[in-house]
């Protein structure tokens, strides 16, 4: 069973940076692609940025301000958010997958349980 863990949410002015981090259980962890996405009060879950083994991809809203990056060694996936906008406050949920990254909620198997990130203005 994999089991998902985010962490580094908070409370942040407008222009902070926040850095989320997502330890995944088992032995397979360089096997998955990884996801981050957000679900803001009352808006349905968006994907935020998703990597491969060698390639990211992010949501325009996002592009320029955050970047993921993961550490096999540790099993960890981390999402360093610079710039933040009070329009980036949501849950941010970390999700894995075999195969290629996706942007899309359905095609992620595994979820952590969400890290809440609220941006002051």
């Known amino acids: 069973q994999v089991q998902l863990v985010e962490s580094g949410g908070g409370l942040v002015q407008a222009g902070g940076s926040l850095r989320l981090s997502c330890v995944v259980s088992?032995?397979?962890?360089?096997?998955?692609?990884m996801g981050w996405f957000r679900q803001a009060p009352g808006k349905e879950r968006e994907f935020v940025v998703g990597?491969?083994?060698?390639?990211?991809d992010y949501a325009d809203s996002v592009r320029g301000r955050f970047t993921i990056s993961r550490d096999n060694a540790k099993n960890t996936v981390y999402l360093q958010m610079n710039s933040l906008k009070p329009e980036d406050t949501a849950v941010y949920y970390c999700?894995?997958?075999?195969?290629?990254?996706?942007?899309?909620?359905?095609?992620?198997?595994?979820w952590g349980q969400g890290t809440q990130v609220t941006v002051s203005s």
């Open positions: 088992g032995r397979t962890f360089s096997s998955y692609s």
């Open positions: 990597i491969s083994r060698a390639s990211a």
């Open positions: 999700a894995a997958r075999l195969g290629y990254y996706s942007g899309y909620v359905a095609d992620y198997e595994y």
